[in-house]
């Protein structure tokens, strides 16, 4: 377990430092201080251990704190999300992503850990909202998802504008607005 923690912290680092093109399995075992070996009973490839390296460091806070507004925890999600497709390492996975096969196991690790483990933990902060009568009982909550991810997504791969706690404040918002609760509903 401990070496598996150093493998993961000193790809982490070098993803930080110098991009995805720059993780390889010789400098991660260099920086980890173990064999290569080790990292191959874990990792087929550079770009698998990478993946596994952001998953582990960019995990996302439980999905409902007690208490707490469950669209107040979606848009601190949402901006979590966001800050972590708006740093460089963020960015540079994301586009390699889009560049894959989207049957390449780093496509599919990406979409298993990342997305759509955010988009889970959104679908249970929408039935909360649901449930604490936030949003109206009636909605299609996987159309609501798609509302809600799907632009951020769009303006990671297209690039036009900043991917930032400010537009995800108003992505939900907007979202919001065509969801919530109407008097007499």
Known sequence: MA????????????????????????GVAARAGVGKPTLYRSWRNANELAMAALV????APAAARAGASALEDLKLQLRKVAA???????????MMVAAADEETE??????????????????TL????MSQ??????IDVEVALDM???????RLLVGHKPL?????DALLVQAVAGLERRKGR
């Open 56 to 59: 582990e460091t960019q995990k």
């Open 3 to 26: 070496a598996r923690s150093a493998i993961l912290r000193a790809a982490a680092e070098i993803l930080e430092e110098s991009g995805i093109t720059a993780v390889t399995m010789e």
């Open 84 to 94: 972590v497709f708006a740093s460089r390492v963020g960015r540079h996975v994301a």
């Open 148 to 154: 809600i991810y799907g632009p951020l997504f769009y």
């Open 106 to 123: 780093i496509s599919k690790v990406f979409r298993t850990h990342f997305i759509l483990a955010r988009r889970e933990e959104g679908r």
């Open 126 to 129: 929408l039935q909360l909202a």
């Open 164 to 168: 930032n706690a400010e537009f995800t």
């Open 133 to 138: 009568k936030a949003l109206r009982a009636d």
